[in-house]
């Protein structure tokens, strides 16, 4: 039986986050996240407490999910993407890479957004956005 090894990050506020490593692409998932087994998390990116990662999501490098964000089963996050607090990925999405979905935003289910977009926080998208 192996042992779970985590990695502590002190915030600026001088907080201390504690990380496991995701065994499918090593990324770091706080304490308090769930994040399925089959998802694959890049070993470069952060899904912070609270945040949820459904079943065979994949996470790309350099991307952060924070903390209470949704990421639906099936979707692609790209790589340098932010997710914000709270916000909500819907089943099947993509989000192109260095895209920014703002706190409490919405990415419908099966939605297609372009690389370097930008949802603002609360704004609701769905279908495809360039």
């Known amino acids: 039986m192996g042992t779970r090894v985590y990695q502590e990050i002190e915030n600026e506020d001088g907080s201390v986050e504690r990380y496991r490593k995701h065994l499918n692409g090593r990324g770091l998932v706080a304490a308090g996240a769930s994040v399925d087994p089959s998802a694959y998390v890049d070993s ?10 459904g079943r065979a999501a994949w996470i790309g490098a350099g991307s952060w999910i924070d903390r209470d964000a949704v990421v639906g089963p099936g979707s692609k996050i790209g790589n340098g ?6 916000a909500r990925i819907g089943a099947a999405a993509q989000v192109g890479s260095h895209s920014r979905v703002g706190e409490g935003a919405s990415v419908g289910g099966g939605s297609r957004l372009a690389a370097d977009t930008v949802v603002a926080p609360g704004q609701s998208v769905s279908g495809r956005a360039a």
């Open 81 to 86: 993407v932010r997710v914000g607090a709270t």
């Open 44 to 53: 470069t990116a952060y899904i912070e407490a609270g945040a949820t990662v």
